[in-house]
T-cell receptor, first 110, second 113 residues
Framework: ELKVEQNPLFLSMQEGKNYTIYCNYSTTSDRLYWYRQDPGKSLESLFVLLSNGAVKQEGRLMASLDTKARLSTLHITAAVHDLSATYFC??????????FGTGTRLQVFP | GAGVSQSPRYKVAKRGQDVALRCDPISGHVSLFWYQQALGQGPEFLTYFQNEAQLDKSGLPSDRFFAERPEGSVSTLKIQRTQQEDSAVYLCASSLVEDQPQHFGDGTRLSIL
């Protein structure tokens, strides 16, 4: 079965702290995407990782991909309240459907 | 428009009624996808179009679900004889053929009473 698993499912963290969200996938594709979803809103693309060892950073978020371990990570540095949202990783081919993880609901508190 | 547009934003229907959900992708985007997102879950794939051709419909849960994209731009997802388990947010996404992420619309929240 093709699966994408994220952990943790829920993450409550204090402002200023660092944390990592993990995404394991068993799909055949080595393309990995990270999306953010705010409550009642649609999905916003954060990162596209296309090759082994790919690392991308935007602000306080950094994503990486290890295709040999079939693992992607989303690292949060010095969290701020505005980062509170649900984060999804998804695996998919070039013109293929995305298989999403269950999501990590992040809450950042003062 | 600048993004993927979906309508209606909300739809309430009685069990047994037919519904039609519309998606207007980003101009020039060849690929179009429909996903179903249940509350608290990640989106699940329903069907995929490349231009007007429906290349993958493996995710459609039953023959009550039907999608079309007759001119390769706007797409409609139709659900016949709706049931309560059809209640979900239906998301449409489009992308260029190359290595670009799928861009999602705001979705249609469907509630079946």
């Amino acid at each position: 079965e093709l699966k994408v698993e994220q952990n943790p499912l829920f993450l409550s963290m204090q402002e200023g702290k660092n944390y990592t969200i993990y995404c394991n996938y068993s799909t055949t594709s080595d393309r990995l995407y990270w999306y953010r979803q705010d409550p009642g809103k649609s999905l916003e693309s954060l990162f596209v990782l296309l090759s082994n060892g790919a690392v991308k950073q935007e602000g306080r978020l950094m994503a990486s991909l290890d295709t040999k371990a079939r693992l992607s990570t989303l690292h949060i540095t010095a969290a701020v309240h505005d980062l509170s949202a649900t984060y999804f990783c998804a695996s998919g081919g070039r013109t293929d459907k995305l298989i999403f993880g269950t999501g990590t609901r992040l809450q950042v508190f003062p | 428009g600048a993004g993927v547009s979906q309508s209606p934003r909300y739809k309430v229907a009685k069990r047994g009624q037919d519904v039609a959900l519309r998606c207007d992708p980003i101009s020039g985007h060849v690929s179009l996808f429909w996903y179903q997102q249940a509350l608290g879950q990640g989106p699940e794939f329903l069907t995929y179009f490349q231009n007007e051709a429906q290349l993958d419909k493996s995710g459609l849960p039953s023959d009550r679900f039907f999608a079309e994209r007759p001119e390769g731009s706007v797409s409609t997802l139709k659900i016949q004889r709706t049931q309560q388990e059809d209640s979900a947010v239906y998301l449409c996404a489009s992308s260029l053929v190359e290595d670009q992420p799928q861009h999602f619309g705001d979705g249609t929240r469907l509630s079946i009473l």
